[in-house]
């Protein structure tokens, strides 16, 4: 009992209080190491797993950009017509999300022209 280790004369609801305290201020910690751990993880991951599907799926998304571009201003019409906003949200999420992987797939993405063994070899 936490009371008679303190020394102090502690009621029985009043201990039952501080171990239930106790217990939960225990879990939210244990959960916290595991998200901080599960974060660590994927930060690990993120560099292996975008490289490797990024040529999987960068020429599967470039024939299909344009269709799915064109499905999301559909459903937009069709949002706006109708006048639902989660049938608009919808079609801009889509459209939002094709440009954005047009730029990455364009911009980001890119393996250098040369290489980057073509460029330090220039320097030295």
Do not use: C, N
Request: aromatic share 8%; proline share 2%; glycine share 12%.
């Amino acid at each position: 009992m936490p009371g008679v280790l303190l020394g102090a004369s502690v009621t029985s609801r009043h201990s039952l209080q501080i171990g239930t305290w106790l217990r939960h201020h225990e879990l939210l910690v244990a959960l916290v190491v595991l998200g901080v751990f599960a974060l660590f993880i994927l930060l690990l991951l993120i560099p292996v797993l975008s490289s490797a599907s990024y040529y999987a799926f960068s020429s599967g998304f470039r024939k299909s950009a344009l269709g799915t571009f064109a499905a999301g201003f559909g459903v937009l019409i069709v949002g706006l017509a109708s006048g639902v906003r989660i049938i608009e949200i919808a079609g801009g999420a889509v459209m939002g999300a094709v440009v954005v992987g047009l730029i990455v797939d364009q911009y980001l993405l890119r393996e250098p022209v040369g290489g980057q063994a073509d460029s330090q070899r220039r320097v030295s």
